[in-house]
Structures are given as C-alpha cells and as structure tokens.
Nanobody
C-alpha cells in the first residue's frame, strides 16, 4: 500500500492550498485517514482525521475553522483544504491511514496509523 500525497507549494499568508492523498492498493473505505505535519526542528503533530464510514472528523485546535478534511470515495482520495494559512502552518504534511475505525479520542495519535505517505511541503510566506 502506498499513499501518494500532493498539492504542497508556496503560498502567501492568508492564502489557500488543497492537499490530496491517494492510496494505491487499498481503498480504506472502512478505515480512517489523517493528516499530520512536521516543521523543521519540531515533532510530528496531528492536523486532521476522518473516518471513511460515517465521516466523523476531528481537528487540531490550531487548524479548527481553517482546515477541512474530506474524502472522494469515487476517486479514493482524501483532501485537506487549508484556508487562511499562517506562517506557522509551514511544514511537511503527511497523510496516514489504517484499516478500521479509530476511536475519536485516539484519532490524533500517530501510533494508530499503519500506512504513511512520503509528505508534501507547504511553505507559507509572511
């Protein structure tokens, strides 16, 4: 299984980007998919997660109201719509996935995910 993340780039503060994650080899139609990010010199941190079945979502407090995670089942792709970007949002963004549901309280934990993409770089200029 491979997770192909794309859509990163350079954007001015206040701008928007949409990241995509397309798994190959598995649909995760009954799984959970998430986005994490890692800035230079910092630990990997949770951004957003979504259960494929039922559509339950959860977000880090730092991105609530600005980011939205969604899934297009026909394209087997998960998206992260990022609006009102701030310089502190700059990082490498990773998509992650696992089969089966994760309880809501655990969806932010990297240890819950079995598959990881290679990351896509988001740069936000001030």
């Amino acid at each position: 299984v491979q997770l192909q993340a794309s859509g990163g780039g350079l954007v001015q503060a206040g701008g928007s980007l949409t990241l995509s994650c397309a798994p190959s080899g598995r649909t995760f139609s009954r799984g959970t998919m998430a986005w994490f990010r890692q800035a230079p010199g910092k630990d990997r941190e949770f951004v957003a997660a979504r259960r494929s079945s039922g559509g339950h979502t959860t977000y880090a407090d730092s991105v609530k109201g600005r980011f939205a995670i969604s899934r297009d089942s026909a394209k087997n792709t998960v998206y992260l719509q990022m609006n009102s970007l701030k310089p502190e949002d700059a990082a490498i963004y990773f998509c992650a996935a696992r089969d089966g549901h994760v309880i809501l309280s655990a969806m932010s934990l990297p240890s819950q995910y079995h598959y990881w993409g290679q990351g896509t770089l988001v740069t936000v200029s001030s």
